[in-house]
């Protein structure tokens, strides 16, 4: 099919349709969007993704993208250094800081295993994990890892790898989820909230 527009604009085109969520049509109507309203969208989002590219980076410690190196998590004094929240990926992390429930320190795996896609343990950030886990002054490690078979496989390696570490390993507790009608959850999630089941 013919390009229905100058270089310029199919590349943010194709540019955009790369972003997840976003297939041809959707990254289309974004550009159009960004184009029609350039001072209040365009031009501002351009700044926005350059001083993102030249500014943030991927904190040493725990994996998280910040503009410090350690990123504010870590360098944060009031925050549980006994407790590690093992993560996939930031957005995870993003998620679990959004729940404001936690408040102790985080590790981004930066990926799962999965045999399929071919990522092995090298693949991920298992190693510093590891090291962290070490430290005296941790005392539990916390897997917040997908309900998935690569999720699983993961955190049971997990488990395995630090065994040697003096630290407790959980897991989330799975189940019904808050305001949940039991007949609209799969069976798997019923049967893991009952396994998971606790006094009431």
């Known amino acids: 099919m013919a390009a229905s527009a100058g270089p310029e604009i199919e590349r943010l085109i194709s540019l955009l349709a790369k972003l997840p969520g976003l297939g041809q ?16 969208l365009l031009t501002p989002l351009s700044e926005a993704l350059a001083q993102a590219a030249e500014r943030v980076k991927t904190c040493t410690t ?3 993208l910040d503009t410090t190196d350690p990123c504010a998590i870590c360098a944060d004094a009031t925050r549980d250094a006994s407790l590690i929240c093992v993560v996939e990926e930031v957005g995870a992390l993003w998620a679990m800081e959004r729940a404001g429930a936690f408040r102790g320190r985080y590790h981004v795996l930066g990926g799962l295993l999965s045999a399929l896609d071919g990522v092995g343990p090298e693949a991920l950030r298992i190693g510093g994990l590891v090291s962290r886990a070490g430290d005296e002054s941790v ?8 309900a998935t078979v690569d999720g699983q496989t993961t955190a049971h390696y997990l488990a ?3 065994a040697g570490a003096n630290v407790s390993v959980t897991m989330l507790a799975r189940g019904v989820p808050v305001g949940g009608e039991l007949d609209w959850l799969d069976d798997g999630t019923i049967a893991q909230a009952l396994r998971a089941r606790r006094p009431a």
């Open 139 to 146: 005392r539990e490690v916390i897997l917040a890892l997908p």
């Open 25 to 40: 049509r959707s990254a289309r109507r974004a550009a159009l969007a960004l184009l029609k309203r350039r001072d209040q």
């Open 160 to 162: 395995d790898r630090l």
């Open 62 to 64: 725990c994996g998280s």
